[in-house]
């Protein structure tokens, strides 16, 4: 079985335009900015407890680098950033008027974005906004959800199909043509149930493997990249339902149960065939979180409200709690 070394997500490579990003605006072709308000922005280098997002932005997906995190709407597929540590931030690039998802940056500062109902997968420039490519997954009865980036691909989840999706990449990352993206299949132990299947996605400790869990059934499975071969993952009994965004650290991992207002924490086994639940995170603040993502020991989850009924004026906003306070 191959390895599936993590495409590591450390800051974008420094060019002319992200010098100039990060000193004064984020480029040509930014949309109107929608600035935090003062009250929402902490100090400088504070980094804020709640990060403020746009009215009505509708966010799902997150994604860390450096001292930015991006944010897709579920609403119309516009991507915002923003500063971890003053709180502000802006929308850099305008949706195509579908949904973005699951995000995740990698280390050229391009974002992998799920597309939702649309089946789709788009690649956008994460200072500039810019769409560098746009690739149909699926043309059936779809729902491309969550993303992990590898050496040599983009996998993507389905909730409403039993596959993978994946976008491989060429040397140096180099993007694919459209014909060269394909699927694979799930098989072995995985179940495809009535309602939401296929959501957050990992890879197993070891690297070996891909993790998935299934948000109605609860399961957690492992999948073998190569054949899609799923397993189910012994977790001594402790169900994931509502299982969302994940995040593998080490071999601690963090499943965000998002209408159950918790982050269920798991201590993996490398192979990724087992695990253990060590306990939960909570907070007063959470409102359906939604996914996660790390910056140092602090988690942030943004709240998607699923319980809200959106309108151009719902407030949105993202939540740090500490990776330690497991309980």
Known sequence: MSHLPARRTR???RRTALAAALTAT???GVLTAGLLSP???GPQGNFPETLALPDGFQPEGITISGR???FGSRLDGDVYRADLRTGEGERISEGPGTASVGLKVDDQGRLFIAGGPAGTARVVDGTTGELLADYTLNTGASFVNDVVLTEDAAWFTDSQAAVLHVVPLGEDGALPTQAEVRQVPLTGDWQQVEGFNANGLTLTPDGRALLVVNSTSGLLYRVDPTTGVATEVDLGGASLTNGDGML????TLYVVQNRDNVVTVLRMKPNGLSG???GGITHSDFDVPTTVARKGQRLYLPNARFSTPPTPETTYDVVKVSAKSVR
């Open 11 to 13: 800051p974008a490579r």
């Open 26 to 28: 984020l480029g040509a």
């Open 39 to 41: 009250a929402s922005a």
């Open 68 to 70: 930015f995190a991006w």
């Open 248 to 251: 593998l650290q080490g071999r």
């Open 276 to 278: 253990e639940r060590v």
